[in-house]
């Protein structure tokens, strides 16, 4: 079991940069894979990144690939999601997710693959 929480949202302009940070406890962070997601209002949640245990692998969505960096901090015990050139269209609640993989390789863009959750952070990017 690992509980995660998030932390790093705020309220910026378009063009800044914000770093989202999932800390865990509980648990070793490193032995799960880790995704983030977000959810704008009235929109389904929609996956944004996505790392493997073993941090060989990362998935982004077109619509961040190449803004956004997702990377893990052992030290931390945490997972980042470095967030650059935002645009309006990012402003959501993104929360972050964790899972016990089969294999070090292993990652998912699918929530329903996710056993843990965050409570989430705002995130919101003014034009």
């Known amino acids: 079991q690992v509980q995660l929480v998030e932390s790093g949202g705020g309220l910026v302009q378009a063009g800044d940069s914000l770093r989202l940070s999932c800390t865990a406890s509980?648990?070793?962070?490193?032995?799960?894979?880790v995704g983030w997601f977000r959810q704008a209002p009235g929109k389904e949640r929609e996956s944004v990144a996505a790392i493997s245990r073993n941090a060989g692998n990362r998935y982004y969505s077109d619509s961040v690939k190449g803004r956004f960096t997702i990377s893990r901090d052992n030290a931390k015990n945490a997972v980042d999601l470095q967030m650059n050139s935002l645009k309006p269209g990012d402003t959501a609640v993104y929360y972050c997710?964790?899972?016990?993989?089969?294999?070090?390789?292993?990652?998912?863009?699918?929530?329903?693959?996710?056993?843990?959750w965050g409570q989430g952070t705002q995130v919101t990017v003014s034009s």
């Open positions: 997710a964790a899972t016990q993989p089969l294999s070090d390789t292993l990652l998912f863009s699918r929530s329903h693959n996710y056993a843990y």
């Open positions: 509980l648990s070793t962070l490193s032995v799960y894979a």
